[in-house]
């Protein structure tokens, strides 16, 4: 009995030992007022082929009156079609530094909303193999512009 313990345990080892991450993703406030506020994500990852993928994620919100008092960043705000920006800068480690690989223009919401997302799947490794991580932008238009960029975390690519 304990000879079949072992051996699972070994076999779950082995099966765990070459799983790969499925992604990695920073997310949080980059801007926060009492007015208006921006929430980001910035994700990479293996993607459907293995050879990568990104994302970003662009939220504006506004505070919130209530009898019980003001709750900022608590409400979707909607925006008109270009208030909210967004931007992908791929980098890839050298073993040095992180250098561009590739990245999107500026990308802006063609409607009135509150979110914009930006996605991409990569058919082949933008750069070859290595260490990749996505630089996204996330910006909302409210008498200015306020946002800030967000560094998603690492991650190998290919994975195949």
């Known amino acids: 009995m304990v000879l079949k ?8 080892m082995l099966v765990a030992g070459v799983v790969y991450a499925h992604y990695v993703y920073q997310q949080g406030w980059v ?5 208006d506020c921006v929430f980001g994500r910035s994700e990479i990852s293996h993607g459907n082929y293995g050879k990568g993928y990104v994302k970003v994620d662009t939220q504006a919100y506004r505070g919130t009156a209530t009898p019980f008092g003001y709750y900022p960043c608590s409400t979707a ?6 208030y909210l920006a967004q931007k992908v800068v791929l980098y890839k480690w050298t073993g040095e530094q992180w250098v561009v690989c590739w990245e999107t223009p500026w990308l ?16 082949n490794t933008p ?3 290595g260490y990749y991580a996505n630089h996204g932008a996330h910006f909302e238009y409210n008498g200015g512009w306020h946002g800030g960029w967000i560094w998603s975390g690492e991650h190998y690519l290919p994975v195949n």
């Not at 313990?5 to 779950?12: E, G, K, N, P, S």
């Not at 801007?31 to 007015?35: H, L």
Request: glycine share 8%; charged share 10%.
């Open 31 to 35: 801007y926060w007022s009492q007015d």
């Open 77 to 82: 705000m909607m925006r008109p079609p270009g």
């Open 108 to 123: 802006y919401n063609p409607n009135e909303t509150w979110w914009i997302q930006f996605d991409a799947h990569f058919g």
């Open 127 to 129: 750069c070859g193999s």
């Open 5 to 12: 313990w072992a051996l699972l345990i070994f076999m779950f």
